[in-house]
């Protein structure tokens, strides 16, 4: 099934395989979560979501909802 989604938005599926439609710019932070740098935790408005990727590739994710982000 195809998902279109809003620019500037990016879909994160978290740990417990939760969706959220996430703001690229609501993130506030974003780190390794573990040693084996597998799992990343980026915090978006005061919550924490753990996603089961590296953290180079949650940021793809991030650069790609930016670059189709509406110009203003």
């Not at 939760?18 to 799992?39: E, K, Y």
Request: net charge negative; proline share 7%.
């Amino acid at each position: 099934m195809a998902m279109n989604f809003i620019p500037g938005y990016v879909l994160l599926t978290d740990v417990d395989g939760l969706r959220h439609v996430v703001r690229v710019s609501s993130i506030q932070m974003m780190s390794d979560s573990d040693p084996c740098q597998d799992t990343t935790v980026a915090v978006v408005a005061g919550r924490a979501l753990s996603l089961p990727m590296p953290l180079e590739e949650f940021l793809g994710k991030v650069v790609d909802g930016e670059r189709k982000r509406l110009p203003r």
